[in-house]
């Protein structure tokens, strides 16, 4: 359905995609992981057609990018990372403003939009204007505009970033609805555990190249990490961590927890215990846990996802 | 208390805008009003030379050193022309007045009788036609009006005491020219020359016209700006990008922009117009072709300065710091604030360069001069507005594909 090879993109000196390539079967869901700056929304920017490569081949439903732009954008919907709404219009003149871009027959539009925004719970509120929406409403009507004219694939840049928890469950079971149907999907997260309840899929980006991509068994196996030791300590502080980090590579700091990655968690269990007895850690809990997205990407980049 | 001063001060100090809209906008137009209402230059500037219009239909030997003598003074740059040429440019509005000598004119002076002198003014351009008109009697009489009173007052004297002797006619005479030397009454003066409106004064004056059109334009350049910053609000807001990613080419975002932006303009002339109208009695509806037209190229032009100047800009709040200034500039250059004929002639120049100049004209070619819509003046100005426009146009396309809607 996507087809990227040695994909680049330069912005005068800075290279912002360093030639990547990666394949997306239909019906797959494709997550792109990475930090700030990694090269995810200028991938999925160069993908909706709005950023022009500097290099490479796209295909998207069959048609080649670059030949014809039009025909790619008519098989895709994209939800943009920002809220992207009229907000003096109400949302359902929002929808079918939106939806007749795409030339779908009027009465099949208004047949849609009432889909949605019953599908996103809001067919009670579509004639308030967006601006008398929360947070979390808005995104619901955000990702609904890019759904009117049954796109084969869908491009969702972070569609759930600061909102709260209801909303994020109806977006949750509306996206498992639409995969469920066959829709393809390419989406970027900071939520690992967005990433890792919806994937078939991910490639993981940093510094502008896909450094490891495949499903989360593969990506496991690729990162030679099965399990982590989650430390908590009384006393720990910044100068107290990094000499722990100079004894250990595979460390994270999160949330007042450490967590050692390793291959062989009881092995290393009292080599762990005896090195933050040596520097004065006072150990409160510790737990042995399996790996996520997270230390999967510690491990093969020695950055957070969150850096 | 003044911690909090200091902090706004900084604040102010800070906003660009502020600094704009504080300091460059007043004392930009303080220079263009001192300008335009001659303040600068001293008496030199005031007593700038006048431009006057001359027909000589005597064609003689005495007209002709009358206007010699009009042209080698200070106060005016004379222009001869045929006189019906120049009546038609001031029936157009491109002179304020004619001087026409008329046939007769040395015969009459020879033969002591009043001489064919008529001022053909365009009665819009009113404060131009005083000072004119002053200055042109004083001078006028100065140069033939002593000669022929003098002349008058001897052959009536003559005729009264036909038996009189020579010696005595001749120190009466020499008494009569002494008494008149220089000291005619100005009610004498301005009795022979005929003064004459080229056009019709009837129920549009045109005080309300150039009121009417001159803000309605101005108005309408501060509503496009906004109207065409609206791209860049969208891109700062996402919308463009969401634009973008559908089907619809680039050009036709700009496009329907400019679409938008022409509907609204036409829409804001047609009630500034349908105001002056009810509420003042402009006479709108028997001249609603040209009108139309006239609304329809000046909605085309202000849309697409609109879009012009919004295209500079890479944020709504550089267009709205550039707009204020550029729009009051624009408007007192072309003649919304003060009647271009007011102006000096460096500005007058100027005024040809912008959107209000050829639109106020175009109104006063409709209600004052009542130039049909197929007269060549009137097409000009409509060529001349869908003119300034495509290229404008043009212009905005290219620098809004080059900056708003090039996606980082």
Redesign the interface.
């Known amino acids: 359905m996507i087809s990227v090879s040695n994909l680049r993109k330069k912005?005068d000196a800075a290279e912002a995609l360093k030639g990547i390539s990666f394949e997306i079967q239909k019906g797959e869901f494709f997550g792109l992981l990475g930090p700030n700056g990694a090269g995810k929304t200028t991938t999925i920017?160069i993908l909706?057609?709005?950023?022009e490569p500097s290099q490479g081949e796209i295909s998207i439903a069959g048609f080649d990018l670059k030949k014809n732009p039009?025909a790619c954008?008519?098989n895709?919907g994209?939800v943009?990372q920002?809220?992207?709404?009229?907000n003096d219009l109400s949302a359902f003149d929002n929808l079918l403003f939106?939806g007749s871009?795409?030339?779908v027959p009027v009465e099949v539009l208004k047949k849609r939009i009432d889909e949605m925004l019953h599908l996103f719970g809001l067919y009670e509120r579509r004639n308030e204007k967006i601006k008398t929406y929360s947070g979390g409403m808005k995104r619901r009507i955000n990702i609904a505009?890019a759904l009117l004219h049954q796109p084969q694939i869908i491009f969702m840049d972070e569609p759930t970033v600061g909102i709260d928890p209801q909303s994020r469950n109806l977006i949750y079971e509306v996206i498992a609805k639409l995969h469920q149907e066959g829709m393809t999907f390419v989406y970027t997260t900071h939520y690992m555990e967005e990433a890792e309840r919806f994937c078939d899929r991910i490639g993981i980006m940093d510094n502008g190249q896909i450094i490891a991509q495949g499903t989360l068994e593969e990506l496991k196996s690729l990162s030679k990490i099965d399990e982590t030791i989650v430390v908590s300590f009384s006393n720990l502080d910044d100068v107290l961590f990094q000499q722990l980090a100079t004894t250990h590579n595979s460390i994270v700091r999160e949330d007042g927890v450490v967590r050692f990655l390793s291959s062989d968690a009881k092995a290393d269990l009292s080599t762990v215990i005896l090195e933050c007895n040596r520097i004065g850690l006072s150990i409160t809990h510790i737990d042995i846990q399996g790996v996520n997205l997270e230390t999967i990407f510690l491990s093969l980049t020695g950055k957070q996802l969150r850096d | 208390m003044f911690t909090l001063a200091i902090k706004d001060l900084k604040l102010f100090f800070a906003d660009k805008r502020a600094m704009i809209l504080g300091f460059a906008v007043p004392i930009a137009l303080i220079t263009l009003f001192a300008f335009a209402f001659g303040g600068v230059g001293g008496e030199k500037e005031m007593a700038r030379p006048r431009r006057l219009l001359v027909a000589d239909d005597d064609g003689s030997l005495g007209s002709k050193k009358i206007i010699d003598q009009l042209d080698s003074l200070p106060e005016f740059r004379v222009k001869r022309m045929q006189r019906d040429s120049a009546e038609m440019r001031v029936k157009k509005g491109d002179e304020a007045a004619v001087l026409i000598f008329h046939e007769g004119f040395s015969d009459s002076l020879d033969a002591g009788n009043k001489p064919p002198v008529e001022f053909k003014y365009d009665a819009s351009k009113e404060a131009e036609i005083a000072i004119l008109q002053g200055a042109l009697t004083g001078k006028l009489m100065a140069m033939i009006g002593g000669k022929s009173m003098l002349k008058n007052a001897l052959a009536n004297f003559d005729r009264q005491y036909p038996d009189m002797d020579s010696a005595s006619r001749a120190q009466i005479h020499a008494q009569i020219a002494s008494d008149m030397g220089g000291g005619q009454s100005q009610q004498k003066q301005e009795s022979f020359i005929r003064t004459t409106s080229l056009i019709a004064e009837e129920e549009n004056s045109p005080g309300l016209i150039h009121a009417v059109a001159g803000t309605a334009i101005m108005m309408l350049l501060f509503a496009v700006i906004a109207m065409g910053a609206s791209i860049l609000e969208e891109k700062q807001?996402?919308?463009l990008?969401?634009?973008?990613?559908?089907?619809?080419?680039p050009n036709q975002i700009l496009f329907g922009k400019m679409i938008s932006a022409n509907i609204i303009s036409t829409l804001q002339l047609t009630v500034m117009f349908l105001f002056a109208k009810f509420a003042f009695g402009l006479d709108i509806f028997s001249h609603i072709i040209p009108l139309l037209f006239m609304i329809l190229a000046s909605a085309y032009a202000c849309a697409s300065f609109g879009m012009l100047i919004a295209s500079f800009a890479k944020t709504r709040q550089q267009v709205q710091s550039m707009s204020t200034l550029i729009v009051l500039i624009m408007s007192c250059f072309g003649g919304s604030m003060i009647p271009t004929f007011a102006m000096p002639e460096f500005m007058q120049k100027m005024s040809v360069f912008t959107v209000n100049y050829w639109s106020i004209q175009g109104f006063y070619d409709i209600f004052w001069r009542k130039l049909d819509w197929v007269d060549p003046t009137f097409l000009t100005r409509l060529a001349v507005l869908f003119l300034i426009g495509t290229v404008m146009n043009v212009i905005a396309v290219q620098l809004f594909k080059k900056n708003a809607l090039k996606?980082?």
């Open positions: 912005y920017s909706s057609t709005i950023v039009t954008k008519k895709i994209v943009p920002e809220i992207a709404l009229y939106w871009l795409y030339q505009a | 807001e996402g919308t990008k969401r634009l973008l990613y559908s089907p619809l080419p996606i980082a």
